[in-house]
């Protein structure tokens, strides 16, 4: 499963430098900066993610830093230090003051199953029924990052979540608050809104 996801991100990475390039835009994270960190993430080395991750986002200045590579490194920041936050190698103070100012900015998740009765790193509809829901965890499911909700722009995928069931999407969407909790189990509590379907499979 992780090489597979590996290969995966690789793969559309790898597409996605190109398309900048085809673009005339030069990217700011290489094709080798990708290399670097998509196994730190895939093997869930959380620690060297979020300092790679970090360093990727200095990079974007002014209007890059709303850019949809911005968004993509931004989101694997954020994994990272939730990650840090639920295996309990930061608490909750260091986890927010490494996100101060990310109010407003905008993020891509990579591909996410979504499952009407999921439990961990799916996207299913949130209790209360009006939002989509991520429990996002660890690999073993045996520690959780962060509860994202992602408040829709198309309600209508809210209506009907049959018509989603098993399919895959990559979420873009704005981050609109940011708070940690729990004291036995910390997480990160991640609201969104403007969410839209970036791509899908």
């Not at 591909?111 to 829901?133: C, H, P, Q, R, V």
């Not at 962060?146 to 209506?159: A, G, H, I, K």
Request: with cysteine.
């Amino acid at each position: 499963m992780k090489s597979l996801l590996k290969l995966f991100l690789l793969l559309f990475l790898i597409t996605f430098t190109n398309t900048l390039l085809a673009q005339n835009v030069k990217p700011l994270v290489s094709e080798e900066d990708w290399n670097k960190i998509i196994p730190f993430l895939s093997e869930e080395q959380w620690d060297n993610a979020e300092k790679l991750a970090h360093a990727y986002l200095d990079r974007f200045k002014g209007k890059e830093k709303m850019t949809d590579e911005a968004g993509i490194v931004r989101y694997m920041y954020l994994k990272s230090v939730a990650a840090l936050l639920g295996n309990k190698t930061i608490d909750k103070e260091t986890a927010l003051k490494k996100l101060k100012g990310f109010e407003g900015q905008n993020i891509i998740t990579p591909f996410i199953i979504f499952k009407k009765d999921g439990m961990f790193n799916y996207l299913t509809i949130s209790e209360e029924g009006d939002n989509w829901f991520q429990c996002s965890a660890n690999n073993d499911a045996t520690e959780i990052h962060m509860f994202e909700t992602f408040q829709m722009s198309d309600r209508n995928l809210l209506s009907n979540p049959e018509a989603s069931e098993g399919k895959k999407y990559r979420l873009m969407a704005t981050i609109k608050s940011i708070e940690a909790n729990g004291f036995a189990m910390p997480r990160l509590d991640l609201l969104y809104s403007t969410t839209e379907i970036w791509d899908t499979e």
